[in-house]
């Protein structure tokens, strides 16, 4: 096989991977890692770099039609952002230190919490109806649209969020991914806010934090344009395809194989962590 | 102190967040179309090369620091343009990062401004720090 050839099987595969994890909301980025290594051979590094980028195209790509919505909460993502900078800073240094086969596993591990977060139903709790002290001092209640006209919230466990995305932040700098799990975790379990609420958010989030790991790994060396290039146009072309069919798709039995097919790439690149599969 | 308990002011909001899907929207169409012109030639000349990604070498130093890729990119180097145009992208978020700080002072909402400016910063020393 040659690079022409590679490339061409990379751009179909990251399109699919777009396409698919867009539909079903986990991000394509989560696939390109476990795609690059275990289906192509590709040194760890360099995938990681790979789906960096990718994951900054898809999170700006996706923002620009969900910011038109006004659902996303400004405020609560762009102070989250310091925690997710700084834990993306921190991550994308560590990772240079830390063994690839643990890389690989905890890689593991995130997708298959991934793949189960992607099953859990996300109802709208009613959030609390008590001001939270620092969220008010923060300005972070908020409201948003809905049939009904607009819906007032109110945000609560500011420290708790603000930890969570900071570890979503050092997994997004350690495994090139959005980690859009860890940030729902933190914006819907912690901060209780309304999951469109979270979700436009935390899309919004990932680009920055993608962005802020992005250029130390691009300092480091590990971005590769050969890689790069079919990798950024797949998943950016897949996932706003997906997007587009978003509107009137039944995506549950799809999400269910998606998460499936998560969660067993998770269990083989821990089973290759484990053999000791990605050596220097 | 008197604002502490109102709303953000939805009409500005909403214009700030237009500009910025609009922003987004510039950033990564410019990014995806240099890096797609930048491929073509880039698979003229390496494409019938064998790939040897398994092996790990970092980046030479024109393909990793924004001097170098600029530089090389003016000389018309297709691998140096690709990574031109991911660092377009990878300014994007930056782009909407500092934007964000204008709407904020626009607002008189100086606590977000002084966030803002630090998550700009964090962004900024990423990108700039070559020895981490």
């Known amino acids: 096989m040659n690079i022409f050839e590679l490339t061409g099987l990379l751009f179909i595969g990251s399109l699919i991977a777009g396409f698919l994890g867009s539909l079903t909301g986990l991000g394509g980025g989560v696939v390109i890692v476990p795609l690059l290594t275990l289906g192509f051979g590709v040194d760890i590094r360099y995938a990681i770099g790979a789906s960096l980028i990718s994951v900054i195209a898809t999170s700006s790509g996706a923002a620009a039609a969900y910011v038109r919505e006004g659902f996303s909460n400004i405020r609560v993502g762009m102070f989250l952002e310091i925690a997710t900078t700084i834990g993306a800073i921190a991550g994308a240094v560590v990772a240079a230190y830390l063994k690839l086969s643990w890389i690989a596993i905890i890689f593991g591990l995130v997708l298959l919490y991934s793949a189960y977060e992607s099953l859990q139903s996300r109802s709208d709790a009613r959030g609390p109806s008590q001001p939270d002290h620092l969220a008010t001092i923060l300005r972070m209640d908020g409201s948003f649209p809905t049939s009904q006209g607009m819906q007032p919230y109110r945000v609560t466990n500011v420290p708790a969020g603000f930890s969570l995305m900071f570890t979503a932040g050092v997994l997004s700098g350690v495994l090139g991914i959005g980690s859009g799990a860890v940030k729902v975790l933190a914006m819907d379990r912690a901060m209780k806010l309304p999951f469109k609420v979270s979700t436009t958010t935390s899309n919004f989030m990932i680009g920055v934090t993608a962005a802020a790991s992005a250029g130390v790994y691009l300092n480091r060396g590990y971005i590769d344009p050969g890689l790069a290039m079919p990798v950024m146009l797949g998943v950016l072309g897949g996932s706003l395809a997906g997007a587009r069919l978003l509107a009137g798709a039944k995506v549950k039995i799809l999400r269910i194989l998606f998460s499936t097919v998560v969660a067993l790439l998770g269990l083989e690149m821990m089973y290759n962590g484990f053999v000791g599969k990605f050596v220097q | ?132």
């Open chain 2, 1 to 132: 102190m008197s604002t502490i308990n109102a709303p953000a002011q939805p009409m500005s909001d909403k214009r700030a967040e237009e500009i910025i899907g609009i922003l987004l929207r510039t950033g990564v169409t410019i990014a995806a179309i240099v890096v797609f012109a930048a491929g073509i030639p880039y698979l003229i000349q390496h494409g019938s090369a064998k790939p040897d990604y398994h092996i790990f070498r970092s980046e030479p130093d024109h393909l990793r620091h924004i001097s170098g890729i600029v530089k090389s990119s003016i000389a018309l180097d297709p691998a140096a343009i690709i990574q031109l145009g991911i660092l377009i992208l990878i300014a994007t978020p930056v782009a909407r990062v500092a934007f964000s700080v204008f709407a904020f002072a626009e607002e008189r909402d100086w606590m977000y401004v002084i966030v803002t400016l630090i998550v700009l910063a964090l962004l900024l020393f990423s990108l700039s720090a070559t020895n981490l």
